[in-house]
């Protein structure tokens, strides 16, 4: 063979090596790609051997069974059963092994049984799968159905190695009964962005200790991470004992530009310091979380949020509008400053009410007072550790709702028809809580009407009430083709059956008497507590219209600060003696008191703004640090905080109560001594006091 022929001959075995090499290399890395694709990794999904790799948990004890089924199954010769008798929060989880930002896809195939589906009266969620720590999970199975495949797809943290799955029959604030079975459970890491899939956030806790274990939960490795806050509560003593002193030495001498000045200069340190907070203090996970993936979905396609494919929302509609604008710039920044300035901008809207009201605050008491009060009422608010722990520290909203309830009794107030609708309707489309001032509004609408037999406030208020509502809620209908009409009615009948229970954290006389976290079903001398709840919102309202009666009186002193006075009446009494209240219902009580103190100039309603800021920074700080230390953990019936803290919030109510009773009945007001003094120690360019006493 010639040397041309051996070199081709050679030339030709290299070409098929190299072929060769490169289609064994490419089946290779195909097959370990596949190989990643398919792999399951949690361990049992079938059952066939028992549970050695699940622990169960259980809300309510001696309520579910647990056990593997080998009767009913989908495949195999196993399945796994959950069976409640009565209303629990029922799961089995198992810790998997993730790799740090990746997607995984978790697949179950359940089956129920007599599992009931939301109603008007309770928010219910059947078998789903979650993740412990978070609020996201599945879609909800309930009723008679076969075996149904569910999906659930999550993206983990950057420096996440482990997550905790939960197959659950029941929920977080949403209890079922019923039968769940569970087969063919399988985890698969996929690499590529599922069409749903849940952001979670870095989770840094400590799961060794067997000592540091709640209920499924571990205890966080940083429990004193937020001990300082607990020094704002004497800042707070500080501060409201200066408050007292200025308002009982009649000191009111001061230059009332140099005021405004002194004024916005600390309300910038306030907002500073908010900043601070809220990049570096622990957010409650699960809100922040919320919001956090609202955001996102409402800066891609906000209008079709309430089609049924997100698989938690229980926010009415204007938040959503809030989220939108923000929730693309959160998501893109989510990993400058390990995630502070994500979750900075999602704080954003609570930190600014928060400015606002102090804002509106000021110039409300400029108009009734002077410029020294003035001053001292907006600081009071924008210092208050119960204000800021909330938006800046926690993460939720009720700064943003409580600017919305301060600004419709301005209007109301000021006799602004229109503003008082329109505002109405943003506070019942912000939260359904918002309810909770429709008699003290209808009864100043009322008032006038049979004041002065006119019925143009009541058309322009509900005119403009129903007009706002049309707008905000048009664009979601037309966006669905109005496949739902009824979406709107669901949502709220699915959020106000939430949390159905005495009380769920909110300590109140409930909670006095030792039934946090008691079933709402429970009997309590021959009635349930949602019977209990029910005569307690009649009370209250009871107790308003005969506010609203004697106080619409010719001679009454006060006819002006109707409007805030029953409004502070009816959330106070709401949150002392209606069931389903939660930690922050009472959150407005502390500008609704400042207000009424501002018209009246009775100087119980400061002293009562003090007292229901320490309860409310009391009652959240305790569940906002149970959560960093323990997540998700509530304090048991007749825990001596709660106790106390109850106690307070009781004794509060009855001297609400004594205190409009002198007010609005018998007519009597007692001013501090610095406001006394306004009427003779005017300093020129102060706000017209006459004027608008006279009015």
């Given at each position: ?69 080998k ?5 195999g ?38 599992v ?34 569910v ?77 300082w ?5 004497a ?58 993936y ?10 079709n ?6 698989s938690f ?11 939108a ?13 390990g ?63 409580t600017?919305?309830i ?76 109005f ?28 909670a ?9 079903e ?32 010719k ?5 002006d ?44 309603y ?43 919030e ?19 007001i ?23 006493k006279?009015?």
């Open positions: 063979m010639s040397f041309i022929g051996k070199k081709r001959k050679l030339i030709t075995l290299l070409v098929v090596a190299a072929i060769t090499a490169c289609f064994l290399t490419t089946a290779a890395y195909a097959d370990t790609s596949e190989t990643n694709i398919t792999k399951n990794i949690i361990i049992g999904g079938d059952f066939e051997s028992g549970l050695d790799y699940w622990s169960e948990y259980s809300w309510y004890e001696d309520v579910s069974q647990f056990k593997v089924d009767e009913v199954f989908r495949s010769s196993a399945s796994f059963l959950i069976s409640s008798k009565s209303e629990n929060d029922a799961r089995i989880i198992q810790e998997i092994q993730v790799a740090p930002s990746a997607y995984y896809t978790v697949t179950a195939y359940i089956k129920t049984e007599n009931p589906a939301s109603d008007a009266d309770n928010y219910r969620v059947g078998a789903t799968i979650s993740i412990i720590n978070t609020t996201f999970r599945s879609s909800s199975v309930c009723g008679d159905t076969d075996w149904t495949k999906e659930f797809s999550f993206y983990t943290a950057k420096d996440m190695n482990s997550v905790q799955l939960c197959f659950t029959l029941g929920g977080y604030g949403s209890l079922n009964s019923g039968k769940a079975w569970f087969d063919d459970i399988s985890v698969k890491r996929v690499y590529s962005k599922p069409s749903q899939c849940f952001v979670l956030e870095s989770t840094k806790t400590d799961t060794s200790s067997g000592s540091g274990h709640w209920a499924g939960y571990p205890l966080s490795e940083e429990p004193d991470s937020i001990k806050i607990a020094f704002a509560f800042w707070f003593i500080v501060l409201a004992a200066l408050a007292i002193a200025f308002a009982e030495t009649g000191d009111i001498s001061g230059n009332g530009k140099k005021t405004r000045r002194t004024f916005i200069f600390a309300l910038v340190g306030a907002f500073l310091f908010r900043c601070v907070v809220a990049m570096f203090t622990p957010s409650f996970g699960p809100d922040i979380g919320l919001f956090k609202w955001g996102w979905y409402a800066s891609t396609d906000l209008f949020m309430y089609s049924g494919e997100l929302l229980d926010y009415p509609p204007l938040y959503m509008y809030a989220l604008p923000i929730g693309a710039i959160a998501n893109a920044l989510q990993d400058v400053m995630g502070a300035i994500t979750t900075l901008i999602l704080k954003m809207p609570s930190i600014l009410a928060d400015i606002i009201t102090s804002i509106l605050l000021y110039k409300f008491a400029k108009r009734y007072l002077d410029s020294k009060w003035a001053m001292v009422i907006g600081l009071i608010y924008a210092a208050n550790p119960a204000t800021w722990i909330n938006s800046a520290a926690w993460g939720q909203v009720d700064s943003f709702f600017m919305l301060v600004i419709e009794v301005m209007c109301l107030t000021n006799k602004k028809w229109a503003g008082a609708g329109i505002f109405f309707a943003l506070m019942v489309l912000m939260k359904p809580h918002g309810i909770i001032f429709t008699p003290a509004i209808g009864l100043i609408l009322l008032i006038e009407l049979i004041r002065n037999k006119n019925w143009k406030p009541i058309v322009i208020s509900v005119s403009s009430g129903i007009l706002t509502l049309a707008a905000l809620l048009l664009p979601f209908y037309i966006r669905t083709n496949e739902n009409p009824t979406w709107i009615v669901e949502l709220y009948a699915g959020t106000i059956g939430q949390y159905n229970y005495a009380t769920m954290n909110g300590f109140n006389f409930w006095m008497l030792g039934f946090n976290i008691t079933s709402a429970t009997v309590w001398h021959g009635l349930t507590f949602a019977q209990w709840g029910m005569i307690g919102i009649g009370f209250s309202i009871v107790l308003a219209i005969v506010f609203a009666v004697f106080g619409s009186r001679n009454s002193k006060v006819k600060a109707l409007p805030s006075i029953l409004s502070l009446v009816l959330i106070v009494s709401v949150f002392t003696f209606a069931h389903k209240m939660h930690e922050r219902y009472m959150f407005a009580a502390m500008a609704l008191a400042l207000m009424a103190f501002i018209q009246c100039k009775d100087r119980w400061l002293y009562l703004s003090m007292i229901f800021a320490a309860v409310v920074f009391a009652n959240t700080y305790m569940i906002y640090n149970l959560y960093i230390m323990w997540t998700y953990c509530y304090p048991a019936s007749g825990d001596i905080a709660v106790t106390i803290i109850s106690t307070i009781v004794i509060s109510f009855v001297l609400l109560v004594i205190t409009t009773v002198k007010v609005l009945i018998m007519n009597k007692s001013s501090p001594k610095s406001v006394l003094e306004l009427n003779t120690n005017k300093t020129k360019g102060e706000a017209d006091y006459d004027d608008a006279n009015s």
